[in-house]
């Protein structure tokens, strides 16, 4: 009984973050279905009437063309991303070199540089590849930034393998190409979840870069398509709800899905610095 008592507070304090983390997607759904009137009249109160309206102007609209750019970005980009960062994080973790220590500090000055200072010179650069306003432009910038917190978040989890492992398979004459793949690669899906989903949240929702080097909208992703519903004096709130709203919902299913292995990962990450 007492050890309850003391976990209220905890509960308490859960519940409290629920309605401040919750409340604002409750809002956001239900503006979803108000017409423009009933939203400027109660934006905070439910849908006298639910109205599909919102939803039916988006399947008319360019949303799924800005929603599957967005996806090809999103999922090329933490694909590639993913690849390269357990690559190089194998040598950091399990090699010992007289520049090991240095690399990987290396990459942590790179998670302190502020991402939008490169807009001109990765700009500049777009336009010298030919790249610019196509599709192919954004996964280089996306790729590069988020490379070093994921080199650190696999780094840190290998590092917590038991070596064990490794000096077997090189008994059995394994080669460090196949002891990575075979091995320990499939021992980092916690680290593969961590990275997957806090690289895809924040390419999803990533609006600068795909603002500067994309101009036409056959090539926008879904931040620049909701400015569809912007008129020169008015904005269609609950039509921007609704985007939002679909937008949204790939990432709560896939954060639902690996939350486990998202929380596992950050933990085992923290345990060495």
Known sequence: MLKK??????YMLAIILLIFTGLPFLIMVSASFKDQMEFMSSPWAIPEEFSFANYKLLIESDFFRFFFNSVLVSVISVVVVIILAAMASYPLARMKFKLNRPLFLLFLVGMMIPIHTTLIPIFLLTKNLGLYDTIWALPGPYIAFALPVSIVIFTQFLQDLPKELEESAKMDGCGHFRLFWRILFPLLTPAVATVAIY????????????????????????PLGLREFYGQFSVNVPGIMAALTLASL?????????????????AAGSVKG
């Open 199 to 222: 690289n895809f949240i924040q390419i999803w929702n990533e609006f600068v870069f795909a603002l500067v080097l994309t101009n036409s909208e056959g090539n926008a992703t879904l």
């Open 250 to 266: 790939p990432l709560l299913l896939v954060y639902l899905v690996a939350q486990e292995k998202i929380v596992k990962g950050i």
């Open 5 to 10: 008592l003391r976990q209220i507070p905890l």
